[in-house]
DNA sequence: ATCCGGTTTA
DNA sequence: TAAACCGGAT
């Protein structure tokens, strides 16, 4: 019987004991030594880059953060160069990574630190949650990272890691189930390490196991982009990055869209603080 | 053509 | 709970 079955067989015994919590870390690190992932963000405890590349790694994947966390950091090196820094420069250098409104929420969240928390990136994931674009996941792995600080956070890849070891052939799997077992594995001594561990392993077993994640209850699909509103959204704002003040009718032409479709993103866009309409055109806010 | 993923809003 | 939100790799 190998280390894995092993595990899985006295899990199933006797439940999470410190001995299953013990072989189950082994297994991990045993993996991530010699395995361990060179990420930029990973040589920093710098809060602030931290944030940036959370933020980044939302949604989206390692390879494309790689190169964009370098440039922005580049350009905009701290918390209070952020929050001084245009808007059109902040999403001028998020271009290529998605999710626009991650940068608009980042740029805010550099104001509001800058504004009424002292220039700090608070310490407490409870202050962190509370600003814009953060959520309980990213509010936790902001405080782990940066301040090494042993707390309870799942997202996919470490999701991957505990469905496969602990729920080999079930499905349908909840987050409830899975963060007690992350509460009663995690390595309290170096919780920064662990989780580097753990996404590492989780990364590799999806490679190796078809995306255990799957099988939690939590996994979604998402709609094709061509053709989806998303697209016709990337495109506006692509379009008013590219030319300033472009008025309604060249919007409408360089986007390939109807007026009522392009009409009523750019009243969304407008309200979630992207684009204003000045003079004869649109720019950015 | 299909796959991948946190947060917010309804 | 569901739906909306992006772009690059495979």
């Not at 933020?55 to 190169?67: A, D, G, N, S």
């Not at 939590?218 to 959204?233: A, W």
């Not at 407008?270 to 204003?276: P, T, W």
Request: glycine residues 6%.
């Amino acid at each position: 019987m190998n280390r894995e079955q092993e595990l899985t067989h006295l899990f199933r015994q006797e439940g999470l004991t410190p001995a299953v919590a013990d072989l189950f870390r082994r297994i991990v690190y045993d993996w991530y030594v010699p395995q361990r992932r060179e990420l930029p963000w990973r040589e920093t405890f710098d809060p602030y880059a931290i944030l940036v590349s959370e933020i980044m790694l939302q949604q989206t994947q390692v390879e494309r953060v790689r190169e964009k966390y370098a440039t922005f950091l580049a350009e905009f090196p701290d918390l209070r160069a952020l929050a001084a820094a245009p808007l059109e420069r902040v999403l001028a250098a998020w271009q290529g990574l998605g999710y626009n409104r991650r940068a608009v929420n980042l740029k805010r969240c550099a104001e509001a630190v800058v504004a009424s928390l002292g220039g700090e990136v608070p310490a407490d994931p409870n202050e962190l949650v509370r600003l814009p674009g953060i959520g309980t996941y990213t509010s936790r792995a902001v405080v782990v990272f940066a301040f090494n600080t042993p707390l309870p956070f799942i997202e996919t890849n470490i999701r991957s890691v505990y469905i496969h070891h602990f729920f080999a052939d079930q499905s349908g799997i909840h987050d409830r189930d899975l963060m007690p077992l992350i509460e009663q594995t995690l390595d309290r001594d170096n919780p920064r390490e662990w989780y580097y561990a753990l996404m590492d392993y989780g990364s590799h077993l999806k490679r190796l196991h078809g995306n255990p994640s799957r099988r939690s209850s939590h996994h979604t699909r998402q709609t094709p982009f061509k053709g989806s509103n998303r697209e016709v959204r990337s495109r506006i704002l692509r379009a008013v990055l590219e030319n300033p003040g472009i008025s309604r009718d060249a919007l409408e032409k360089a986007v390939g869209a109807s007026s009522e479709i392009v009409g009523k993103n750019l009243e969304q866009l407008a309200a979630e603080g992207f684009i204003v309409s000045r003079g004869p055109g649109y720019r950015i806010l």
